[in-house]
Nanobody, 122 residues
């Protein structure tokens, strides 16, 4: 059984930082594409960052480029999202995903975590 468990969310003031972690079991992050998504109330789910295992291609949404960094620790089978200079508009539930299936630049992920809440106050 595949499980992705996120942690590291919380409340922070604008300009602050958080690091989200996603511990994977049943799937090896070193051999799978991984990603982070977010969804705020009333909004569609948005891909924030992803790393495609084939070609080691990393994607960031324009709204987070330069502030967020996706990384992996293969020894811990864990994916991270370092978030710096947080803004109130970053407030959302953040989800980890693994097992990406690519169609061109679009990707569908097979496995999802339950999410961790990030709240940024001004």
């Amino acid at each position: 059984e595949v499980q992705l468990v996120e942690s590291g969310g919380g409340s922070v003031q604008a300009g602050g930082s958080l690091r989200l972690s996603c511990v994977a079991t049943g799937v090896t992050v070193s051999s799978n594409s991984v990603g982070w998504f977010r969804q705020a109330p009333g909004n569609e789910r948005e891909r924030v960052a992803s790393n495609r295992i084939s070609g080691d291609i990393t994607y960031y949404a324009g709204s987070v480029k330069g502030r967020f960094t996706i990384s992996r620790d293969n020894a811990k089978n864990t994916v991270y999202l370092q978030m710096n200079n947080l803004k109130p508009e970053d407030t959302a539930m953040y989800y980890c995903a693994a097992g990406g299936i690519w169609r061109g630049t679009n990707v569908d992920f097979r496995y999802w975590g339950q999410g961790t809440q990030v709240t940024v106050s001004s």
